[in-house]
């Protein structure tokens, strides 16, 4: 049996990287998807490629980000057209060209003072017992000078729990692209969810958030800052902010592993879930719009999927263990039926 390292040749190679660009080019089909199953399963040199390329993907999580994937791409396709000799130790130099270009253009978070990968969370106490908890692909930076301590949301999720355990009596805030926010003795969470566009959800007390245009210094008066109540979640943009709307039940949750939804489609379900696991979940449109209510741990994404196919009529193809599609139950699927038909026969 070889090595799972050991090299293949340069032609499965290339089929591998050919897979690896088209899968995750955000154009591939299901059929895509079935022809990669079949790919995988017709020799044990396949399966050991695609599992190496899978390796080198989840080495990179730490770093995840939109440019980083465009990278990665346009080395896989630089690549294939120069037909470089070699098996796995050329890939592992693509990795290296992708990690030296995230020197010059730094990915979020990869200078951060605090950040976390896929899947991870963390808790960061400040001086005045402060909790700053991170959820996944968060990034952070802390500044502070003799009047204010800033939190810089750079990408994620944060929830802030203020505190004064010491003598210090410095000024906090929460600085965002699309605002900042000032804490009113308060509990709340903020989430980036594109750029240049914030959320913000108030679980106690209430908080006062400034537009783009307005200072970040607490001690300067901005006329255009509106207060938001516990309970209470909106949308911030640079120079608007939407109207305050009941958050979400245990929007929170996170931070104790767990997703809460209630009456929630599967597709924003599995999008959440897709949050803390490297590699693609895709839902199906024919199963897009079925709603779920439950509760489902962020640290075992396969057993909340799993969860999912025991509620709603869903089945999921697992592809190399990093590709999952949510299909409907009736549709078995071209890979399964000839599986049935060979058992058949």
């Not at 699309?178 to 959320?199: A, D, I, Q």
Request: with cysteine.
């Amino acid at each position: 049996m070889s090595h799972p390292d050991s090299p293949v040749s340069r032609r499965v190679l290339d089929q591998a990287i050919d897979w690896q660009v088209r899968m995750s080019s955000g154009e591939s089909t299901e059929r895509d998807a079935i022809a990669l199953e079949f790919w995988l399963s017709a020799h044990p040199d396949h399966a050991r490629a695609w599992q190496q390329l899978v390796r080198l993907d989840a080495s990179l999580a730490p770093a995840e980000s939109q440019p980083v994937r465009h990278v990665l791409t346009q080395l896989l396709k630089a690549r294939k057209a120069k037909r470089i000799a070699g098996s796995l130790g050329a890939v592992l130099a693509i990795a290296s060209a992708a990690a030296l270009y995230g020197q010059y253009q730094p990915w979020s978070g990869w200078f951060a003072d605090y950040h976390t990968a896929t899947g991870e969370r963390q808790l960061v106490v400040l001086p005045d017992n402060t909790m700053i908890r991170l959820n996944t692909r968060t990034a952070i930076d802390i500044e502070e000078d003799a009047q204010q301590r800033t939190i810089i949301l750079r990408d994620g999720e944060i929830e802030v729990e203020t505190g004064h355990g010491t003598i210090e009596n410095l000024s906090l805030m929460v600085a965002t692209e699309s605002g900042s926010l000032r804490p009113l003795g308060t509990r709340f969470v903020v989430r980036k969810l594109s750029e240049g566009t914030t959320l913000l959800s108030v679980t106690q007390a209430a908080v006062a958030v400034r537009p783009a245009s307005c200072s970040i210094r607490a001690n300067e008066a901005c006329s255009a800052e509106v207060v938001v109540r516990e309970a209470q979640s909106i949308v911030l943009h640079p120079e608007v902010f939407s109207q305050p709307l009941a958050s979400p039940p245990f929007i929170d949750a996170w931070k104790d592993g767990m997703l809460v939804v209630e009456n929630t489609t599967l597709e924003d379900v599995v999008a959440e879930l897709a949050r803390y696991r490297v590699g693609i979940i895709r839902v199906h449109p024919d199963v897009a719009a079925l709603r779920i209510t439950g509760t489902f741990p962020i640290d075992d994404i396969d057993y909340s999927i799993a969860a999912i196919t025991q509620t709603l009529p869903v089945r999921v193809t697992n592809i190399a263990g990093l590709w999952r599609n949510l299909t409907h139950l009736k549709d078995i699927g071209f890979a399964q039926k000839r599986e049935q038909n060979v058992n058949e026969k």
